[in-house]
């Protein structure tokens, strides 16, 4: 039980000129100094989930990544106040997958700093059986909090991914320990 949470972090923007690398960067080297995690990120860019929610081979491959797992974060931009359809569809791809585990929520975009999409987010997981940790990182204005190396001196946001990162790690203990006593009921 000592051993690393599984994190994987879902990169959500598809969009060929997207701004997520530029958080999702900055996030991956913040948890470059965390042991209590091992990282891995799925760019929904680089997945074809069929909007359909057919099962494909590569359906089931993302499925197996995420039930290795013991935690998420979500980095999202927000359109037209909500978050991408490539999230929805990664999410709606895999059911028991997500259950009984926790997931935080990186977001960017203009002057709301993609919380409204967080808000949104936070409902659908609950559905999916999923533990919403309270703290979330937000970027408003996103393009003008980080330097051209990718990084930020945005001391809120700093402050907010260490809070969320120890909330993710003691959900993901949690949660791993009781899954390994009994399975979730859901």
Not at 12 to 31: I, K
Not at 55 to 63: A, I, M, S
Not at 77 to 83: D, M, P, Q, T
Not at 122 to 129: D, G, P, S, T
């Amino acid at each position: 039980m000592n051993a690393p949470l599984r994190l994987e972090i879902l990169v959500a923007s598809a969009r060929p000129e997207r701004f997520a690398d530029v958080p999702a960067g900055w996030l991956v080297t913040a948890l470059r100094e965390r042991p209590d995690f091992e990282v891995g990120v799925l760019d929904l860019r680089d997945w074809s989930l069929p909007t359909d929610l057919t099962d494909t081979p590569e359906v089931e491959d993302y499925r197996s990544r995420l039930a290795a797992a013991d935690a998420f974060i979500a980095v999202t931009s927000e359109y037209n106040h909500g978050y991408p359809a490539s999230l929805k569809t990664a999410l709606d791809s895999a059911k028991r997958e997500w259950r009984a585990k926790p997931i935080g929520f990186v977001s960017y975009g203009g002057l709301s700093g993609g919380l409204r999409a967080v808000e949104q987010l936070r409902q659908v997981v609950a559905e999916l059986h999923m533990v919403s940790v309270r703290e979330s990182v937000s970027f408003a204005q996103a393009k003008r909090r980080f330097d051209k190396n990718g990084m930020t001196n945005d001391d809120a946001a700093i402050d907010a991914c260490d809070r969320m990162l120890n909330q993710l790690a003691w959900w993901g203990t949690t949660l791993r320990a009781a899954r390994t006593v009994e399975p979730y009921p859901g």
